[in-house]
C-alpha cells in the first residue's frame, strides 16, 4: 500500500510570493491533516479535512488555506509569503474521524524556503 | 490543550532496552495516549497507542500508570535505526480536537554502537 504522498518535496519561493503544496493520503483515508514544522515552534497543527470539509483549523493567520478533493487529495496554500513561512510542511492521513482514534500517517514533507 | 513532558534526550546501547517516560498528570479520561517517533529528513511514524491497559506491538510495549498520569514507551533491543525524537501525545477525539495531535518537543533518543 502506498504511503502518503507530497509534492513537491523541496521548494524555494521569494517574500510575496504564494506557494500550493499537495498531499496524496494513503488509499481509503478520508482524513488529512496538515503540520508546520520550524526548529523554533517545532510542530504545529495547521488544519484537518474530512470529506472536503475543515474540520478543525489551528492558529495561524488567514494567508494559511487549504482544501480537499472528492479523491481526498488536499492541497494547501500559503499566500503573501513571509521569511517565518520558511518549514517542512507535513501532511498526514487517517482512516476515520471520531471515535476510532485511527493513527496518522504522515508524509515525508515539503521543504520550503522563503528567502 | 492536555500537556506531557518528556526529558529532552536520552542515551541507549544498541540491543539493549530503553525505556522512554512520559509524564501526563493533567490527562482527561477520553484521552488517548499516543507514541510517535521522527527520524531525521523524515515525517513522523505512528509507534504505539493506549488507554488504559498496557500494549504491545511489533515495534514496541507501552505501559501505562494505574492513574494514567504517566506512562512509558519500553523499546526492547534498541537499533540504531531506533535513534529518532520520540513523541508521547495525548490525543481526545472529540469534535473540538478531532485529527489534531500536539506536538511537544520529544526526546531525543542516541543509539551507541
Known amino acids: 500500500k502506498a504511503g502518503v504522498t507530497q509534492t513537491p518535496r523541496y521548494l524555494i519561493k521569494t517574500r510575496g510570493q504564494q506557494v500550493t503544496l499537495s498531499c496524496s493520503p494513503i488509499s481509503g483515508h478520508r482524513s488529512v491533516s496538515w503540520y508546520q514544522q520550524t526548529p523554533g515552534q517545532g510542530l504545529q497543527f495547521l488544519f484537518e479535512?474530512?470529506?472536503?470539509?475543515?474540520?478543525n483549523k489551528g492558529n495561524f493567520p488567514g494567508r494559511f488555506s487549504g482544501r480537499q478533493f472528492s479523491n481526498s487529495r488536499s492541497e494547501m496554500n500559503v499566500s503573501t509569503l513571509e521569511l517565518g513561512d520558511s518549514a517542512l510542511y507535513l501532511c498526514a492521513s487517517s482512516y476515520l474521524g471520531t471515535g476510532m482514534n485511527s493513527p496518522l500517517h504522515f508524509g515525508n514533507g515539503t521543504r520550503l524556503t522563503v528567502t | 490543550d492536555a500537556k506531557t513532558t518528556q526529558p529532552n534526550s536520552m542515551e541507549s546501547n544498541e540491543e539493549e532496552p530503553v525505556h522512554l517516560p512520559c509524564n501526563h498528570s493533567?490527562?482527561?479520561?477520553?484521552?488517548?495516549i499516543h507514541w510517535y517517533r521522527q527520524l531525521p529528513s523524515q515525517g513522523p511514524e505512528y509507534v504505539i497507542h493506549g488507554l488504559t491497559s498496557n500494549v504491545n506491538n511489533r515495534m514496541a510495549s507501552l505501559a501505562i500508570a494505574e492513574d494514567r498520569k504517566s506512562s512509558t514507551l519500553i523499546l526492547h533491543r534498541a537499533t540504531l535505526r531506533d535513534a529518532a525524537v520520540y513523541y508521547c501525545i495525548l490525543r481526545d477525539d472529540r469534535g473540538s480536537t478531532l485529527g489534531r495531535l500536539y506536538f511537544g518537543r520529544g526526546t531525543q533518543l542516541t543509539v551507541w554502537p
Open positions: 479535512y474530512f470529506s472536503e470539509t475543515q474540520r
Open positions: 493533567t490527562i482527561s479520561g477520553t484521552d488517548y
